[in-house]
């Protein structure tokens, strides 16, 4: 141990009448990973501090003394000084004990109405609080850079699939258009969620409450929270706010997984609907001609890692009485991986979006393949008179026959057409076209670019508006 420490044995030692063995101490040790609390317990100690001497519990020379001294602590730590010890277990002892080294006394009295399990709450709160806001940034720079590639292809032509299969045509704009409404909507609910994250734990002391004549508002207010936790027993033990995260950052990756799979898919040379730059993609040590989609792949695969999170912060709680219990110290690094991960993912989502290169030659090609304007024959058969059901069967034959001979249904003439169906008139090419059958949809929500673009309209005023 060295002497930067005032504490030269655990807090709680004199309880004991022999020391931890050292693998003892390593297992139940927090300070590698939870010193990445540090500064919102910091902050958490002075408010807590401040609270104190305003109802008259820590004296003003006291309070002096550990502003100064956790400004010092602030400091050491940002320029990387600060010596970490494993013999003080977590960030809340280190920094405690450097405290008390570096001002004495007033050090001791900090901890006077807390406990370490209302202090790690608050820690927690305030980190991921944050975290938070820097996650709904990222989402809304991920969208911005999706509304951008929708505008400049809002009436660029592609396949639309059901089943992988080639189903109508849509714009490659209204696709992406689709991922702006679902990445919003994370945004929305990491927004919903921070509203839980943001109460106050602090004063909830050990599990009971304390003696002292605390004033929790006092503490809520400096530190930006929303409401008081406000059952002590229930502020020192749930984790569900950090549960509640890790389901919405599992949602919000299970639609970059979605987002990534449909890159590789047009990536592949098969495919070849759009290229990704090449700092998102790496080669193959044996085989040159390759280009593979290496950061969706992985995104494809993280995604994985942060359902694994979630399931085992449920499990964590799953069944653990009331109140604090020492299991809750594995809440830190699930939670820490989930926002790391999901925090990179979204940011070099956003760049690699932005430089996606559409190939919309391929994108039509392909949507003049597999008969995709065939729902748009079967409605003009309906606008002619036709019951909904004889129009499909009647298209479902010419299909059937135009596939036989190897063509398109816009390659059938309107006599051939009209073996199928007597009505069908010249006018029926037009439903056919491509462009005809995205226009027709003209609707809110629907592919017709001049709807796309109304869409991207609104998600631009949206977006004003977001951080
Ligand atoms: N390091 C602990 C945690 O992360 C802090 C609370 C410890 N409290 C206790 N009574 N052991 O949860």
């Not at 450097?98 to 370490?116: C, E, F, I, P, Y």
């Not at 080639?166 to 704009?173: L, R």
């Not at 036989?404 to 057409?417: H, K, Q």
Request: one cysteine or more; proline letters at 3%; glycine letters at 6%.
């Amino acid at each position: 141990m060295t002497d930067q420490f005032a504490y030269k044995t655990q807090a709680w030692s004199g309880r004991f009448s022999e020391p931890v063995s050292d693998l003892v101490k390593r297992y139940t040790a927090s300070v590698d990973f939870d010193r990445r609390l540090a500064r919102c317990d910091i902050d958490g100690s002075l408010a807590h501090a401040e609270m104190l001497c305003a109802v008259g519990v820590l004296g003003e020379e006291d309070l002096t003394a550990i502003r100064g001294g956790l400004e010092a602590i602030r400091e050491e730590i940002a320029r990387g000084e600060f010596a970490w010890s494993i013999d003080l277990e977590d960030v809340h002892l280190n920094i405690e004990s450097r405290l008390t080294q570096l001002v004495g006394d007033a050090g001791k009295r900090l901890h006077t109405a807390r406990s370490r399990n209302d202090q790690v709450a608050t820690d927690i709160r305030l980190w991921l609080r944050e975290a938070i806001d820097g996650i709904v940034a990222l989402l809304a720079a991920l969208q911005r850079a999706l509304v951008d590639v929708a505008e400049r292809e809002a009436a660029t032509i592609m396949p639309g699939f059901t089943h992988l299969q080639v189903a109508q045509p849509v714009t490659f704009g209204h696709h992406m258009m689709a991922y702006v409404e679902m990445f919003a909507r994370d945004a929305e609910r990491m927004a919903d969620c921070r509203r839980r994250v943001n109460r106050l734990p602090l004063g909830a002391a050990a599990l009971a409450g304390t003696t002292y004549p605390i004033d929790r508002e006092h503490v809520a207010r400096a530190l930006g929270f929303e409401a008081l936790c406000e059952n002590s027993l229930d502020a020192v033990s749930d984790r569900d706010f950090a549960i509640e995260f890790c389901a919405a950052a599992s949602i919000a990756m299970m639609h970059v997984s979605r987002l990534s799979e449909e890159l590789v898919l047009w990536m592949s040379p098969r495919v070849g609907f759009v290229a990704l730059a090449d700092r998102f993609c790496t080669g193959s040590s044996i085989m040159p001609q390759k280009k593979n989609p290496d950061v969706p792949e992985l995104a494809r695969g993280k995604t994985g890692r942060v359902y694994g999170h979630l399931v085992g912060l449920l499990t964590l709680m799953k069944a653990q009485p009331l109140a604090y219990n020492k299991d809750n110290q594995e809440d830190k690094e699930p939670l820490f991986d989930t926002v790391d991960t999901l925090t990179d993912t979204l940011r070099i989502f956003a760049d690699l979006i932005a430089a996606l290169e559409v190939n919309a030659g391929r994108m039509r090609a392909a949507a003049s393949e597999g008969f995709s304007t065939a729902t748009d024959l079967a409605d003009y058969l309906v606008r002619k008179g036709l019951p909904f059901r004889d129009a499909h069967e009647a298209v479902a034959r010419a299909v059937r026959a135009a596939a036989e001979r190897g063509v398109d249904l816009a390659d059938l003439s309107t006599a051939e057409l009209q073996a199928f169906a007597p009505v069908i008139g010249d006018d029926a090419a037009e439903a056919l076209r491509l462009e005809g059958s995205i226009a027709a949809r003209d609707h809110v929500g629907g592919t017709a670019p001049v709807q796309v673009r109304a869409a991207i309209a609104r998600a631009r005023e949206r977006l004003a508006a977001a951080p």
